[in-house]
């Protein structure tokens, strides 16, 4: 079984803060993703890598960064935490083999940001 | 760019059928995904759809029509464990997937 998993299930934040969101897959996946999730507006992918050291900007990056140093790992970075940072981030990841794979998706980090 | 569009919220009985509809109007399509999500966990992978038609996987059903922009997922013989929020999704052929806000079904007894 796919396993893709994320360092916190909850965390709270103070404004100005950088924070570190980190994921982890376990089947080899190429592609990686963030999203965060906001009641009434659904998922929205933050950013997403298609191979190590590889990202592409989603439809909302503005104040976050990524990194992908290491296939099975990605990272989501807060530089100067917001308030209306405040969300569910869902990480997830699929394999690149064809264009419409399925993604798997970590269990999420509910980040509070103060 | 991408417009999705699901009904916010639909409820029904146990052991009857729901139908979710989902509405789309894609910069580019190469299929349309239905995943499941349970309050505080992650979204699961129901159903993939790129022709025309029915798909079939249980009590759970998928149906695309392209040239209408248009899907539903069928839900048969609810069950309580049904209760949760269904989640319409496009990708344009990119790896990428763009989603709908959801759809809160909720199954009473």
């Known amino acids: 079984d796919v396993k893709v998993t994320q360092s916190s299930r909850y965390l709270v934040k103070r404004t100005g803060e950088k924070v570190f969101l980190e994921c982890v897959q376990d089947?080899?996946?190429?592609?990686m993703f963030w999203y965060r999730q906001d009641p009434g507006l659904g998922l929205r992918l933050i950013y997403f890598?298609?191979?190590?050291?590889?990202?592409e900007k989603g439809d909302i990056p503005e104040g976050y960064s990524v990194s992908r140093e290491k296939k099975e790992r990605f990272s989501l970075i807060l530089e100067s935490a917001s308030t209306n940072q405040t969300s569910m981030y869902l990480c997830?990841?699929?394999?690149?083999?064809?264009?419409?794979?399925?993604?798997?998706f970590g269990p999420g980090t509910r980040l509070t940001v103060l | 760019g991408q417009n999705i569009d699901q009904p916010t919220e639909m409820t029904a009985t146990e052991g009857a059928i729901v139908q979710i509809n989902c509405t789309y109007q894609?910069?580019?399509?190469?299929?349309l995904f239905w995943y499941q999500q349970h309050a505080g966990e992650a979204p699961t992978f129901l159903s993939y759809?790129?022709?025309?038609g029915l798909e079939e996987k249980g009590r759970f059903s998928s149906f695309l029509s392209r040239s209408k922009g248009y899907s539903y997922l069928l839900l048969k013989e609810l069950q309580m464990k049904d209760s949760a929020s269904y989640l319409c999704?496009?990708?344009?052929?990119?790896?990428?997937?763009?989603f709908g806000a959801g759809t809160t079904v909720t199954v009473r007894a």
């Open positions: 997830a990841s699929s394999s690149g083999e064809v264009s419409y794979n399925e993604q798997f």
């Open positions: 894609t910069s580019g399509f190469n299929g």
């Open positions: 999704a496009v990708t344009d052929g990119d790896y990428k997937l763009s």
């Open positions: 089947m080899d996946h190429e592609n």
């Open positions: 890598s298609y191979d190590v050291k590889m990202k």
């Open positions: 759809n790129v022709l025309d």
